[in-house]
C-alpha cells in the first residue's frame, strides 16, 4: 500500500470545474468525469495512480502554470 505525499492537497481539485468537450477531462485538474465521480471512494493506491498520471500530463493547473 502507497503512502499519500505529504505535500500533496487531499484532492487535485484546483476549482477551475470545467470539462473539455468530447475530451471528459476537467480544465483544471486533468481528471476524468469517472475520476472526480469516484474520488471519495478510492483508496490511497488508486488516487496514487491517478496523481502520477495527472503529475506526469502536466496537472493539476496551478497559478504559476497556464492552462
Known amino acids: 500500500m502507497s503512502k ?3 505535500d500533496r492537497p487531499a ?4 476549482r477551475i470545474c470545467r470539462v473539455t468537450p468530447g475530451g471528459g477531462r476537467c480544465e483544471g485538474c486533468g481528471r476524468s468525469l469517472e475520476e472526480i465521480a469516484a474520488w471519495s471512494r478510492l483508496d490511497e493506491d488508486a488516487r496514487e495512480a491517478v496523481w502520477q498520471r495527472l503529475e506526469a500530463e502536466g496537472w493539476p493547473v496551478t497559478d504559476d502554470a497556464p492552462a
Request: charged content about 30%.
Open 4 to 6: 499519500r505525499r505529504q
Open 11 to 14: 484532492s487535485p481539485c484546483v
